[in-house]
Nanobody, 125 residues
């Protein structure tokens, strides 16, 4: 069993930055690929980014490429999401997820076994 706890959300002006963190419990963090999803009011949950468990391969949703960066520290059981040049359309609840997921299916929320409770990110214009 893995428990995920996100932090770092908040209110920021357009063009600003935030860094989200997701800390995982347990000693098996390194066996899981990690991802960030987000859900805006009235919309479905959508994939944002993914990092593999081993070689650090990453994938990004097109709208965040060049602005967001995912990274992980297996020694600290933590995955990070650095978000720069934020836009009002980035406003959402951001969730981290863990699972034995290959990069070919990184965008499929059903492939992930564990989810955090979410952290709110609000970008004002």
């Amino acid at each position: 069993q893995v428990q995920l706890v996100e932090s770092g959300g908040g209110l920021v002006q357009a063009g600003g930055s935030l860094r989200l963190s997701c800390v995982a419990s347990g000693r098996t963090f390194s066996v899981y690929a990690m991802a960030w999803f987000r859900q805006a009011p009235g919309k479905e949950r959508e994939p944002v980014t993914y990092i593999s468990r081993s070689d650090g391969s990453t994938y990004y949703e097109d709208s965040v490429k060049g602005r967001f960066t995912i990274s992980r520290d297996n020694a600290k059981n933590t995955v990070f999401l650095q978000m720069n040049s934020l836009k009002p359309e980035d406003t959402a609840v951001y969730y981290c997820a863990a699972g034995r997921v290959f990069g070919s299916t990184w965008y499929n929320s059903l492939a992930y076994d564990y989810w955090g409770q979410g952290t709110q990110v609000t970008v004002s214009s």
